[in-house]
């Protein structure tokens, strides 16, 4: 009964293009906001941040990133763990060579270092094509793990090889070091996810987003129609790695404040972001949101049942764990290829017809 | 000859060496790839859970004994008795059938028809799964493979080649474990080779390869062909498994191994036996060769990780399907 496009009069050209275009769906939009900025903050204490919400905020807008690379332009990349480094050490190099600059503008810059990176490591992606592209982004991984690993001016020439993030401040307020306050943790992340989604969801319903796309369905029939190749590409590769690139600076300055290239940015957490964006849904914005948040929750929630209710030991859990997920990757591919986003879909669907469906 | 010199063919034979055990996982692949369009990425981690299984057999360990404990409170570990090789790899073979059969039923016969990336993104599902799976049957502690290969450097060579330098070369030191994994490898592929040319299985399996549809219209069952190539990229991944797992021990580390045949198998086309072993061995000795003249003495080492991607790389962006693959064609 709420949920309708009936008797929503748009009488303007920007209320008809508006995101959503039904009533309900603004205004959950905004009390989900308020929650999130307004409630949220208040009652989160040191487990929930460290465990559940400040990961989540930082693997979605990783998630973001690689969905505007593989699930709106199709360009598979392995290459995520190694651009969310390269996010990382920028961040450190522009926190300890520019100590009075506020952080935020370093998160940024490191963003955009990240996507300079990307753009190099998507020029090939002219050429090959496939997943002969998802084997050479793996060169970008190794390499870039690789060379943060031996060239010692990325880590400041620190004996542990180590990089820990100093100590900084928003208005007042500790948000990277050991003092910050979880809701602080929590607020930086939040503020910068929810730039990140407002200008994913812009450029995909745009032209460019619409080049992508093209370029995803069928390059070659793309390119015929008069969409830009090059130009799709690898603005998908830059602004893709700008997102994974903020969200490395945040693991690393925010989340884990201090951290060792090989352990942190591996080759697994290039796959658990691509285990996120299918499981949550290819070609989706809100898909990215909920595979993170699904493949953040459902280990705490396995471990808290498992180890906790049932007694079990921690490393039995750990391979069920490693069991499960890949058993629901295959499952969704099989049985919901277009993910939790397309579940959220056809709810919507049913919604509108609700309660007199034919 | 200077021992320059003489170390530089040192490397280029242990890179050889080293190609050959690529090649071999990358055969896995080809064979998967050629029969039903499948990028097998969970290949590694086949050879890593045939390993498991072998080693566990053999020791006689009970599977999934970690979780019934959990469960049942019980303290169960080992039957008690211990297997003899042979019959353990031949036990060893039998799962690896019945997971292709697993595979087959309940993962890749329901998405027959979807995008080869689809594909690839499932295998890497299947891989997380058999990881977990390997795991929670064999438990996840490094296990050493007691098949009584031989091991070491061989002395008989090193004393052959000594005479070829000065007072300071000391003669080529080759490990006898990657001798015996070369003459494996090379019986293995001429024996699949001979397989797919003269049974009726090997031909009925090209024709797959082929054309599908061709194959289905002269009464090739499909499903009985992907079982059989599964089975067959099993043995080949369990034949890889005992070799890396007698060269560094079984443990997780195996199922990296895939990773590596990545680029072997962008070099060499995905759709060529030959390809595959040609391109092992240009990404064995590559490495092994990078490493010695520029990686270690000017770039801090450890360039191992990345050089074979990055050859791949650079390889590809001249010639996108590989030295041996077919020409890609595109049409809208």
Redesign the interface.
């Known amino acids: 009964m709420l949920y309708r496009e009936a008797g929503d009069f748009k009488t303007s050209y920007e209320a008809d293009n508006q995101t959503f275009p039904i009533a309900f769906d603004r205004y959950r939009y905004w009390v989900v906001l308020a929650v999130a900025f307004l409630v949220i903050p208040f009652m989160i204490n040191d487990y929930w941040a460290n465990a559940i919400f400040v990961p989540f905020l930082i693997y979605a807008i990783a998630a973001i990133g690689l969905n505007i690379l593989t699930g709106y332009c199709g360009q598979?990349s392995l290459g995520t763990g190694g651009f969310m480094a390269v996010g990382a050490y920028a961040c450190y190099k522009l926190m300890t060579a520019f100590p009075d600059t506020s952080i935020v503008i370093h998160i940024v810059l490191a963003g955009g270092i990240t996507a300079a990176v990307g753009t190099a490591f998507g020029l090939?992606s002219l050429?090959?094509?496939?997943?002969?592209l998802?084997?050479?982004t793996?060169?970008a991984q190794?390499?870039l793990?690789?060379l943060f690993?031996?060239?010692s001016w990325f880590y400041n020439y620190s004996a542990s090889g180590q990089i820990n993030a100093p100590e900084r401040f928003v208005a007042g307020f500790a948000v990277t070091g050991p003092n910050t306050a979880p809701a602080a943790q929590y607020l930086i992340c939040l503020v910068f996810l929810t730039l990140c989604a407002l200008i994913a969801r812009n450029l995909t319903r745009g032209t460019i987003g619409r080049s992508w796309m093209a370029i995803r369905d069928?390059d070659?029939?793309a390119e015929?129609i008069g969409v830009n190749p090059l130009k799709a590409k690898l603005t998908a590769f830059a602004v893709s790695s700008f997102f994974i690139g903020i969200s490395g600076a945040l693991f690393f300055a925010v989340y884990l404040g201090a951290v060792e290239v090989g352990e942190a940015f591996g080759?697994q957490k290039s796959?658990l972001v691509?285990?996120m964006i299918?499981i949550g849904g290819l070609g989706s914005i809100f898909g990215s949101l909920a595979g993170a948040a699904f493949l953040i929750l459902f280990p705490v929630a396995w471990k808290v049942l498992a180890v906790d209710l049932?007694g079990?030991?921690t490393?039995?859990v750990v391979?069920?764990?490693?069991?499960?997920?890949?058993?629901?990757?295959?499952f969704f591919?099989?049985k919901e290829?277009h993910g939790l986003a397309q579940l959220w879909r056809l709810a919507k669907e049913k919604l509108r017809l609700w309660p007199f469906p034919y | 000859m200077s021992a320059d010199f003489l170390y530089g063919i040192e490397v280029i034979i242990n890179g050889l060496m080293a190609g050959v055990l690529y090649a071999l996982v990358a055969l896995g692949f080809v064979l998967i790839f050629k029969a039903s369009g499948i990028?097998n990425y969970a290949q590694g981690v086949m050879a890593l859970f045939a390993a498991l299984t072998l080693v566990g057999i053999m020791e006689g360990q009970v599977p999934f004994a970690?979780?019934l404990n959990?469960i049942f409170g019980t303290d169960i570990h080992h039957f008690g008795w211990e297997v003899p090789a042979l019959l353990a790899i031949f036990l060893t073979v039998l799962v690896m059938v019945a997971f292709a059969w697993a595979v087959q039923h309940f993962?890749f016969r329901?998405?027959v028809g979807?995008e080869?990336?689809?594909l690839?993104?499932?295998t890497?599902?299947?891989?997380?799964?058999?990881?977990?799976?390997g795991?929670?049957m064999w438990g996840?502690d490094i296990k050493t493979i007691a098949l009584g290969l031989p091991q070491g450097g061989s002395f008989w060579v090193e004393d052959m080649t000594a005479s070829l330098g000065g007072d300071d070369f000391y003669g080529f030191f080759i490990d006898k474990l990657d001798m015996v994994a070369t003459v494996v490898a090379i019986v293995l592929v001429i024996s699949l080779i001979a397989f797919a040319q003269y049974t009726k299985q090997g031909r009925a399996m090209r024709a797959v390869a082929d054309d599908h549809q061709a194959a289905l219209s002269v009464g090739i069952s499909l499903n009985y062909i992907w079982v059989l190539v599964w089975s067959l990229a099993g043995i080949v991944a369990m034949v890889a498994g005992i070799m890396w797992g007698a060269k560094s021990g079984v443990q997780f580390s195996l199922s990296l191994i895939a990773?590596k045949a990545?680029?072997v198998?962008?070099l060499g086309g995905f759709t060529s036996i030959p390809g595959a072993i040609v391109g092992g061995l240009i990404i064995g000795v590559g490495e092994k060769l990078f490493e010695y003249t520029i990686g270690a003495p000017f770039?801090?080492?450890?360039?191992e990780?990345?050089f074979a991607?990055?050859l791949?790389?650079i390889f590809?962006?001249f010639r996108?399907q590989g030295l041996f693959g077919e020409r890609i064609i595109?049409?809208?």
Request: net charge neutral; charged share 10%.
């Open positions: 598979v090939p050429r090959i094509k496939g997943f002969y998802a084997v050479a793996l060169a190794f390499f793990v690789w690993n031996k060239v069928m070659i029939a015929i080759i796959f691509l285990f299918i049932l079990w030991p490393d039995l391979h069920q764990q490693f069991m499960l997920i890949g058993a629901l990757i295959m591919l099989i290829p | 990028f970690h979780l959990a993962v329901h998405l979807q080869p990336i689809i690839f993104m499932a890497i599902g299947l891989a997380y799964f058999l990881e977990g799976v795991d929670l996840s990773l990545l680029p198998l962008m770039l801090g080492g450890a360039t990780n990345w991607y990055m791949a790389l590809l962006v996108p595109e049409r809208v």
